[in-house]
DNA sequence: GTCCTCAACAATCAGAATGCGCATCGAATA
DNA sequence: TATTCGATGCGCATTCTGATTGTTGAGGAC
């Protein structure tokens, strides 16, 4: 899952990065509202973390311009205690959760799970395919109830796919929302974790649709319509 | 389904080509207006995105030309953002549907789709004949209710034929609309996959049309006889 | 009118060529 | 030390080609 953060302040938001990163996201780091609304416009995330009170452009003004877009990610806006002005006209611009400076890291990211579980449409924090089972919160997968180890990639790999199970991906696709952005598109990362993945979980788990990518089925709804 | 880029920038254009054809769709580039009309004006396609900003030739011109000519494909047309005038202007022009840079390929791909489905005179993403469905968003075809494996020329050549439902459609055409420019077009291919599908699907799916073509009959809105 | 022949077209098959995905390993990184 | 990354070579599914076989329909002979 990748994350973009638009903070001005660069102390609070290389924090906020690392705190991220640490927790399995690709996170890509903006500090003014033009360079965000860019990023946002162009690239590929799972959810933003907007800071209403940016220099230049205001993050209000950044969020209704996505939202006018047609960009449809989730949206968590930090504003400044109190600020019940602030707080509204978030909400009415298109935020999708609010969280008042200063916060827990913590909590930050329980919302963030929260919000890019519900745009995937699941509604409880553990996902199942098959045998295979993921707890977003933990972070654990178990096969069969037997837990299995998976690396910081293999899961965030795993994860993408659980989260949009039955939806074929491709391999672009993955890149962009597994890793932030500056990394090589071109190699073969993605069909080692996939191999990877294959050898702990089965083979089975991670159907390849030669020459348009991956797909993640689970069994149980698989059958007629 | 075969589509043309008009597009002055080569590292977006490459990239749009590449991420479309990823997508089973055949894609001529071009990089000038006057190469584009050209493209536009000769070979078929089932449906062009356009750059409005293009150097020698505006965007916008080449457009109008293509109607005047009568050239029906769908337009997808590019503009810069908050150019309020280029929208109105290029939707008087003939155009189908606009999108403003930058924006995401996702996005891009879903408008395509659903130019091209509307184009066809189809209301929905599935796409029906007998027994068989096809679903243009995940791309996966089945045969009553049972998903079946296709390969992706074998995807490309059922897709283009259930687009055209009924009609009858020469193997010369099938050629134009499922392989890109540069393509031998003296060669059998087209009966070979016919074959191929046809063992997959049942042999009654595609009718010959001895000396014409091939068409896709619905039983189900076959008169009597 | 019936049957036969032939030419044109279509279907099928097998082998060759291509390219994609996979696995493995060594290097880089943290 | 464990993990991630990138490169290489291999294997196999897919695609293409060309040859062969099968089918259809028109025209001519009877």
Redesign the pocket.
């Given at each position: 899952m990748r994350i973009l953060i638009v903070e001005d302040e660069p102390t609070l938001g290389q924090q906020l990065k690392s705190t991220l990163e640490q927790n399995g996201y690709a996170v890509d780091l903006s500090t003014d509202g033009e360079d965000g609304h860019f990023l946002g416009s162009t690239e590929e995330y799972d959810a933003a973390v907007l800071d209403l009170g940016l220099p230049e452009i205001d993050g209000l003004t950044v969020l209704g311009m996505w939202r006018k877009e047609g960009r449809k990610f989730p949206v968590l806006v930090l504003t400044a205690r109190d600020s019940w002005s602030d707080k509204v006209a978030g909400l009415d611009a298109g935020a999708d959760d609010y969280l008042a400076k200063p916060f827990q890291t913590e909590e930050l990211i329980a919302r963030l799970r929260a919000l890019i579980r519900r745009a995937s449409g699941n509604a409880s924090s553990e996902l199942t395919a098959g045998d295979v089972r993921l707890d977003t919160r933990s972070g654990r997968v178990t096969l069969n109830g037997e837990p299995v180890?998976l690396?910081?990639?293999?899961y965030k790999l795993l994860s993408y796919l659980m989260h949009h199970k039955g939806k074929v991906v491709s391999r672009t696709e993955l890149i962009e929302h597994i890793?932030d952005q500056d990394f090589?598109r071109?190699?073969?990362?993605i069909?080692?974790f996939?191999?990877r993945i294959?050898k702990k979980l089965g083979a089975d788990v991670i159907t390849?649709i030669?020459?348009?990518g991956y797909s993640l089925d689970d069994p149980a709804d698989a059958p007629r319509e």
């Open positions: 180890k690396t910081a990639q293999e890793y090589d071109d190699s073969n990362t069909e080692v996939v191999t294959r390849t030669r020459g348009l």
